[in-house]
Structure formats: structure tokens, C-alpha cells
């Protein structure tokens, strides 16, 4: 089964500080998410990526940077956490493109910020 | 965007009863119309799928039927058990872009013994 770990898998950060979050596949898998989980909205689409140097904006980016350094990482950077970005983040990676495409999900990181 | 509505939003069913789930899209170049089962504490995990060339599908207890014509498809679990008990995602390819996935809100489903 694909793999693909995110780190940390909780984290508290002060308002206005720089956050990142990490994630890892091992599966060389082209296609990268980040997704947030808030009750009443289901995953919500932050940042894609097609491969490594490709970044691409979801539905809601704002507030948001992502950095895909590589085939297997891809992170996620809040530049200025707000209290409204405490979520549940979820990493994915995807195993084809076109319209058909299975996703692999992390195990989340709890955000929470103060 | 491109939206998709999930309903219900909380699901108590009876051990051994059927759960139905149902979804409604918008874009009717979707194709694509997977469900993601996501137990407590764990992440999503797809669990069905359905493409736009049929109606239904069945695996074991789970079944996928899509109306293209009115734009709605649906997750039936039959014989409920226990371990049935999670929150379930609906999703649908999005034609514009690179055919991200859209996700509803997502279904609480509670079995009771």
C-alpha cells in the first residue's frame, strides 16, 4: 500500500508565527495534495502539485504557501498562522493522472493555533 | 467552483439495516466518483468507486449508483455492521483544472448493536 507520512502529527503554534508542515511519499507518485478537514466542509483543496518544482493553488490557498522540493516531499507553509487555520491537515499523493486517480492519505497533523 | 453536496450529514442506523448516503454534483463533465471511508482517528481510505461509463457497481456489502441525467449518485451499505461505523466522503473529478477531486462534507454513520 502507498505510504506517505506527515509530520508533526500535532502541533500548537502562536498567532502570527511560521508554520510548516511536512510530507513524505515513497511511492513516486506524481501528484501531491494538501487538504484541511473542518467539520461541515469535508476536505477542502489547499495546494497541489503535478512534480517536484510544480506547485499549483486549490480551492482555498489563501493564507498559504506549499514548496515541492522534491519527487517524494511536499510541504505546506503558513507564513502567519491565524486562529482560523486550526484544522486537520491531510497530505495525499496520487497514483495516475487524469480523471481517475486514487488517493493516498497521510495520517494528518492536528493544527491549532492560539 | 464546482461543488458537491453530501447528505445526511449524521447517519444512525440499526445493526443488520441498510445506510444509504447520497451525493449531487454540478459539472457534468465529472467522470469520476469515488467514496472514501475515514474511521476515527485514521485518515480516508477509498473504499468505492464509480465511473461515468456505468450505473452501478457492487463490492461485497457496498453499492455505487449514478443518475449522469440528474447529476447524483449514491453509496448504499447493506447489512450494516458495527465496524461500518465512520465518516464516509462522496467526491467528484472537477473538469476544469486537472480533474481534482471535489469532496462533499462527508456522512457520519453510527451503527447501533
Known amino acids: 500500500e502507498a505510504a506517505v507520512t506527515q509530520s508533526p502529527r500535532n502541533k500548537v503554534a502562536v498567532t502570527g508565527g511560521k508554520v510548516t508542515l511536512s510530507c513524505n511519499q515513497t511511492?513516486?507518485?506524481?501528484?501531491m495534495y494538501w487538504y484541511r478537514q473542518d467539520t461541515g466542509h469535508g476536505l477542502r483543496l489547499i495546494h497541489y502539485?503535478?512534480?517536484?518544482?510544480?506547485?499549483e493553488k486549490g480551492d482555498i490557498p489563501d493564507g498559504y504557501k506549499a514548496s515541492r522540493p522534491s519527487q517524494e516531499n511536499f510541504s505546506l507553509i503558513l507564513e502567519l498562522a491565524t486562529p482560523s487555520q486550526t484544522s486537520v491537515y491531510f497530505c495525499?499523493?496520487?497514483?495516475?493522472?487524469?480523471?481517475?486517480?486514487?488517493?493516498?492519505f497521510g495520517s494528518g497533523t492536528r493544527l491549532t493555533v492560539l | 467552483g464546482e461543488q458537491v453536496e453530501q447528505l445526511p450529514s449524521i447517519l444512525r442506523v440499526q445493526e443488520g439495516s441498510s445506510a444509504s448516503i447520497n451525493c449531487s454534483y454540478e459539472?457534468?463533465?465529472?467522470?469520476?466518483f469515488p467514496w472514501y471511508k475515514q474511521e476515527p482517528g485514521e485518515n480516508p481510505k477509498l473504499i468505492i468507486d464509480?465511473?461515468?461509463?456505468?450505473e452501478r457497481k457492487q463490492i461485497q456489502e457496498l453499492i455505487v449508483l449514478l443518475d449522469k441525467k440528474a447529476k447524483r449518485f449514491s453509496l448504499h451499505i447493506t447489512d450494516t455492521q458495527p465496524g461500518d461505523s465512520a465518516m464516509y466522503f462522496c467526491?467528484?473529478?472537477?473538469?476544469?483544472?486537472?480533474?481534482?477531486?471535489?469532496f462533499g462534507s462527508g456522512t457520519q454513520l453510527t451503527v447501533m448493536p
Open positions: 495525499a499523493s496520487g497514483d495516475a493522472g487524469g480523471s481517475a486517480e486514487t488517493l493516498y
Open positions: 511511492n513516486n507518485h506524481n501528484n
Open positions: 502539485s503535478y512534480g517536484a518544482g510544480s506547485t
Open positions: 459539472d457534468s463533465a465529472s467522470n469520476y
Open positions: 464509480i465511473r461515468s461509463n456505468m
Open positions: 467526491a467528484a473529478s472537477a473538469s476544469s483544472g486537472s480533474w481534482q477531486l471535489i
